[in-house]
């Protein structure tokens, strides 16, 4: 008896992990980067990412299934989908991306003991032990974050418009892709990247690789605890709730409260409340990685964080849909009320 359609969906999504196994395998194994000069036979190509000739085989005939290479007489080379976005030169790369995803793979391998206890495993915090962690996380990201950075930049710099020489705090900004998209839209703005020592340091690199570092500054932190300095027209905070209970939330919504000029914008990252099914999945996907990842955290609904900031005081709030499944909650601080 021939499957179903509803089997056959269930099916695809249930064994669709071998195929995400291949193409994280190779991002992790950089063909890509051996590859990108030219073809290789296996054995060579065995030799220069140190893998077995005959189980490499096998690989590259999986990955050519999928589209990534070709076996030519001169050896393996690359197609053109995998020479764009597996080759971590080329602009428009997701091979960092790919490569630490495979953390995450297994880290989602632990999904049921996540769900029946309620708590983040300890084998996936295990993960983040290893001492290349903050380096790898933050490339992963900044690949990730080219994909929108200009078109998020595109819907805040009319905020902006009449100002002559902006000031924008990237709060939690990692590696900074935000802020230099909006420098980029934006000719006379200045920016600052508030995070920890550790990624601060590799913010540094990716900006100076823009050539942004003298309208691009980073500041290394604490934003508990450090001052973030006062009298900003924006303020992005992207990614960062997430990862915290309403508690902290608050305490960081009215730290940058008092960081805003008056008039200034407080811009989050977030799903909208009439978000398209697409948006709802990948929200849902996001607030189990948090389970995953995190203690406390986990992905705010759009009604909790209208409700964080209003508690905050922060008020007219106002959503911007950037594509299919980003948007943009806005905010500003409430006037003082005047007295009597």
């Known amino acids: 008896m021939p499957p179903t359609a509803a089997q056959r969906r269930v099916l695809e999504l249930a064994q669709s992990f071998r195929t995400a196994a291949v ?83 297994r880290r989602w391998g632990l999904l049921t003991e996540a769900v029946r206890t309620g708590r ?73 990247v508030f995070d920890r020592a550790p990624v601060i340091a590799v913010t540094q690199e990716l900006v100076a690789s823009q050539g942004l570092s003298d309208r691009v500054r980073t500041l290394a932190g604490d934003f508990f605890v450090d001052s973030l300095g006062e009298g900003y027209q924006l303020v992005l905070l992207f990614g960062v709730l997430n990862g915290m209970g309403e508690e902290e939330a608050l305490k960081l919504l009215r730290r940058v409260r008092d960081a805003l000029a008056p008039g200034g914008w407080l811009a989050i990252r977030a799903t909208p409340p009439d978000a398209s099914p697409e948006a709802r999945l990948q929200h849902a996907l996001h607030d189990l990685q ?15 964080l209208e409700h964080w900031l209003e508690e905050a005081g922060l008020s007219e709030l106002q959503w911007r849909a950037v594509d299919e499944t980003t948007a943009l909650l806005l905010a500003r601080p409430q006037p003082a009320r005047a007295s009597t």
């Open 120 to 192: 983040a495993p300890e084998a996936s915090r295990r993960e983040e032990d290893r001492a290349d962690w903050v380096r790898r996380f933050t490339l992963m990201l900044y690949e990730v974050a080219r994909l929108t950075s200009d078109d998020i930049a595109a819907a805040l710099v009319p905020l902006l418009r009449d100002l002559s020489h902006p000031r924008v705090l990237d709060l939690g900004g990692g590696h900074g892709e935000y802020a230099m998209a909006l420098a980029r839209a934006h000719p006379t703005l200045q920016a600052i």
């Open 23 to 105: 193409i994280i395998a190779f991002a992790e194994l950089d063909i890509g980067t051996q590859l990108a000069a030219g073809p290789l036979p296996t054995e060579r190509l065995a030799a220069a990412i140190g893998a077995d000739p005959l189980a490499l085989a096998r690989f590259l005939r999986a990955a050519a299934a999928l589209d990534l290479v070709i076996e030519t007489p001169a050896g393996w080379q690359l197609t053109p989908l995998a020479a764009e976005t597996l080759v971590p030169a080329s602009p428009h790369s997701l091979a960092r991306f790919l490569a630490n995803q495979a953390a995450f793979y």
């Open 290 to 304: 948090m389970l995953l990842a995190t203690e406390r955290g986990h992905n705010p609904t759009a009604a909790e």
